[in-house]
Structures are given as C-alpha cells and as structure tokens.
C-alpha cells in the first residue's frame, strides 16, 4: 500500500453544487470573477471517463481581460507534513457561451508551474455543450502548485478543478488488521470506475482516497469507524473479514447490486449500531448472530433472504417435521405402495381371466363352425 494517490482538492468554478454527486463527491466553489452558466444539457457529463455531475459543466468562470491563475499550496493547507513528489491535475471544460460559433473563437494554453502542458480549443476537440476533461500527470519539486490558462485567442475559460497527490504510504497509517479486512472488503466488490479505493483507508478525510469511510482514533491507531456506500451501483459480494472491523459503528450498503449470503462474521462486530443491507440481491438466511445484537438492521427489498425476520428457508420447513411427522409420511407411502401392487396383480389377474373366457368362447364358435360345415 505504499504511495497511494489522494483527493487534495474538488473545485467547481461559476456555481456552486449544492449536494454531493451521485458517487459521494464534494465540490467546493473556486474563486472567480467572471461567471457564466447556462441550464441547457451539456453531453457526456456522466459518460466514461467524464462520470462526473452535469452541474460541474453547467457554469464556468473566464479570464477578466486576460488569462486565469490558480494556486495552491500542497502540504500545509490540511495540516500534513509530507513530502510531495507528483501531482495528477484533472482540468474540467465545456464550451457554454452561446456566443462561440465554433472552433478557433476560444483558444489558450495551460502553463503548470511555467510550463507549458496543452493547448486547448474546446470547439474543436469536441464541439460545444460538450464535457471535455483534461488529465496531466507531472512531478513536482515544491510544495507550490501554480495552474495557468493564457489566452491566445478569446478569454479563456474553466469549469473545474481536481488535484491529486502521490504520498508516501507511511504518512498515516490504519490499523494493519483493519486496513488488511478493508482490502478484502474491496477485492470482492465490484466498484465504479471512479472511487480510488487505494493507498490506507483512514486517510485525512480531506483527501477522501477511501470515498464513505469514516475512521476515529483507537489505542493510538486509525481504525474504521463507518461504512456509507448507499446507492453508488457496487455489485460483488461481502467479505467474511468484515467482522474484523471491530471498531465499526455503521455499515450502510443499501440500494446496490450486491449479492450472495450476508456472512455471519458481522455479528462480531459487538460495536455495531446500524446495520443498512437493504435493496440488493443478498439471498439464504440471515445470520442468527447478527439478528441477537441490539441494533438497528434494515434488509428490506432482498427477495431472495429467508429465515427470521423473512420466512422459513425451504431445508428450514424440512427440518421442521417432526419424527412422528415423517414416520406417517414413510408409513402412509408404505401403503400407497402396497395398494398400488395389490391393484396391479388384481388387474393383471382380472385381465388373465377374461382374455382365458374369451379363449374359451373363441374355441367353442370354431367348433360350432366345423359342425355345420359337415352337416
């Protein structure tokens, strides 16, 4: 888990988006001056590999009379001292001013940290109301990061901002026994393309690598306090080392695609208060000891769960008969058994006498033949 990549910053320019995206993502308004916005439908918002919010491209700011500057400083601004050796930049675009007729109206270069990293005409590369997303991956040899948009033709313009950091994995570290459970628990899911789930899980939470995880101190170590992953489209199955979490208080995965039986290796987790496995595709019974913990469990709209609180699972209706029950059954099919042979052999007897009558009639007519013949 060594050099794990952290979210350091989300920026949205123009307006401000208000709720967290559909993957629990939190935008926080940039700075600028000159805003502009429009409610029309930008396309490939939420294509591949721009999942993000339509609201991003929506609004935007522009140069005021020339280019666009941004700074940021890299370590102290969430109060860790760690040393920083690369940078990945996320550049978020889309053509929104009605005014743009097309392409060459709009061009400008990005300079990071002077130097010159793309030129952009976003008419051209992609057309307008369109999302266009720029990524660059670079090193750095400051804490300072400085991102500018210089304008060749027209104002320049920007829609957001994303700034990752490569950090030694030692900078904070989770509780190995909980850290390791967390991996497992992600190897068996099947998560959307655009939760980084890497590096350590507690890290700050301003970084947000582990997006629905809430961690607190234990013993001098960072153990996971919470797991809030409700409606993020997470298909797989449940790790058994989930039980390791021993510090865990809410585990809400309601309204995936998860399936396969709910292990009963939560019912260890003595620390549990709100248990959400509700609208997935969980199936066979549910855990008798996660159903004695005092707390709070929702598994509502899973079909395929039976035994309490849902009903008997069908081995569980069998298990019910009592022994007397299934002696009756084996004795009442003894002597269905048996009438049934009994019927057969009065048949086959019953059949053997007529077809015997019948010989005997049929000889007799032939004998009654012969005698008028000789008469």
Not at 53 to 77: C, D, E, R, W
Not at 169 to 198: H, K, Y
Request: glycine letters at 8%; a negative charge.
């Amino acid at each position: 888990m060594n050099h794990p990549w952290y979210t350091f910053e989300r920026l949205t320019f123009g307006r401000e988006i208000q709720e967290l995206d559909m993957y629990g993502r939190k935008w926080f308004l940039g700075q600028g001056s000159v805003v502009i916005s429009t409610d029309q439908f930008v396309d490939g918002a939420d294509d591949s590999p721009n999942q993000f919010p339509m609201a991003l491209y929506q609004s935007a700011i522009v140069g005021n009379g020339g280019g666009l500057k941004f700074s940021s400083f890299l370590t102290s601004s969430h109060g860790v001292d760690v040393d920083i050796k690369h940078v990945y930049l996320c550049l978020h675009f889309a053509e929104i001013d009605p005014r743009i007729a097309g392409s060459r109206w709009r061009v400008f270069d990005i300079y990071v940290n002077g130097d010159h990293m793309y030129e952009v005409d976003i008419s051209l590369e992609v057309g307008r109301f369109t999302a266009y997303f720029l990524p660059f991956f670079f090193s750095v040899t400051s804490p300072v990061l400085e991102v500018e948009l210089r304008s060749q033709k027209g104002l320049p313009l920007i829609c957001g901002m994303e700034i990752f950091l490569h950090i030694p994995g030692d900078s904070m570290v989770t509780n190995e026994e909980q850290a390791n459970a967390m991996i497992a628990f992600r190897d068996d899911l099947i998560l959307p393309r655009i939760m980084r789930w890497n590096g350590y899980p507690c890290a700050p939470s301003e970084w947000d690598t582990w997006e629905g995880i809430a961690c607190t101190v234990s013993n001098n170590e960072m153990v996971i306090a919470e797991i809030s992953l409700a409606s993020r489209m997470i298909a797989g199955q449940l790790s058994a080392k989930i039980g390791d979490l021993e510090s865990l208080t809410v585990l809400n995965l309601s309204h995936n695609m998860l399936n396969g039986r709910i292990p009963k290796e939560l019912g260890k987790i003595k620390s549990l208060k709100v248990l959400d496995l509700s609208f997935n595709n969980f199936s066979g019974p549910v855990p008798k000891d996660i159903l004695n913990l005092n707390i709070s469990v929702n598994f509502l709209g899973n079909k395929y769960l039976c035994g309490p609180p849902f009903p008997l699972c069908r081995y569980e209706d069998e298990a019910r008969l009592s022994i007397g029950s299934k002696i009756g059954i084996i004795i009442a099919s003894a002597l269905f058994t048996g009438l049934f042979i009994l019927a057969l052999r009065q048949a086959f007897t019953d059949g053997c006498i007529i077809n015997r009558w019948k010989g005997r009639k049929s000889t007799r007519a032939a004998v009654d033949m012969v005698a008028i013949r000789n008469d």
